[in-house]
Nanobody, 122 residues
Framework: QVQLVEPGGGLVQSGGLLRLSCAAP????????MGWFRQAPGKGRELVAS????????EYHDSVKGRFTIARHSGESAVYLQMNSLTPENAAVYYC???????????????WGQGTQITVSS
């Protein structure tokens, strides 16, 4: 199990924005795809966005396309999720994750971050 560190999260008004960050060990960051999942109360965990290690276009859940952007920062071995135009439906615990073997997309999670709560007030 690799430790992924996720500071950030919090409370934001509907229509507002937040940026999540996730730091990974450099050897993991350089080798595997990374992504963000979320889990709302009473629901399963779902993939929000994923990004390859080297330039393949990111993938997004349909509900966040055009509002959320995932990006990698090689110098910091970190992945960011910029979330704009947030709505109460986006409220959930958000988890950073790395893939087990793929450098292209998330298909089998190897490691999870501790999760960060996002609350969106209406």
């Amino acid at each position: 199990q690799v430790q992924l560190v996720e500071p950030g999260g919090g409370l934001v008004q509907s229509g507002g924005l937040l940026r999540l960050s996730c730091a990974a060990p450099e050897r993991i960051f350089d080798a595997y795809a990374m992504g963000w999942f979320r889990q709302a109360p009473g629901k399963g965990r779902e993939l929000v966005a994923s990004i390859s290690r080297d330039g393949v276009p990111p993938e997004y859940h349909d509900s966040v396309k055009g509002r959320f952007t995932i990006a990698r920062h090689s110098g910091e071995s970190a992945v960011y999720l910029q979330m704009n135009s947030l709505t109460p439906e986006n409220a959930a615990v958000y988890y950073c994750a790395t893939d087990r073997q793929s450098g292209v997309r998330i298909s089998a999670v190897a490691s999870w971050g501790q999760g960060t709560q996002i609350t969106v007030s209406s």
